[in-house]
Nanobody, 125 residues
């Protein structure tokens, strides 16, 4: 599966931004879609993920109640709605995909084998 992320940009603290990830190729059976981010000088970290087939989304604690992951089956896109953004949300955001991922490993970046190119999000204070 190929992934193409878009939607990044510059936003003021407290504002909103919506990232999209277009998926193509491959199969959507038993696939989990996730978002990760990497700030300068830091390791890539988990943000949110959800199985394409449904079920509850999983979020890292720092974005709960602010970010929402969703999918559009017809368009084969996964989005990350970012509300009330903070300067610490500044990072390059990556979408990723994994097949047959056990739910308990959904936060593990080493379990995702397909990655988009990343999109920069900068939050100004």
């Amino acid at each position: 599966v190929q992934l193409q992320a878009s939607g990044g940009g510059l936003v003021q603290a407290g504002g909103s931004l919506r990232l999209s990830c277009a998926a193509s190729g491959g199969t959507f059976n038993d696939i989990t879609m996730g978002w990760f981010r990497q700030a300068p000088g830091k390791e890539r970290e988990f943000v949110a993920a959800q199985r394409w087939s449904g079920g509850s989304a999983v979020y890292t604690d720092s974005v709960k109640d602010r970010f929402t992951i969703s999918k559009d089956r017809a368009e084969k896109t996964v989005s990350l709605q970012m509300n009330n953004v903070k300067p610490e949300d500044t990072a390059v955001y990556y979408c990723a995909a994994s097949y047959r991922l056990i739910h308990g490993l959904i936060r593990r970046k080493d379990r995702y084998h397909y990655w988009g190119q990343g999109t920069q999000v900068t939050v100004s204070s």
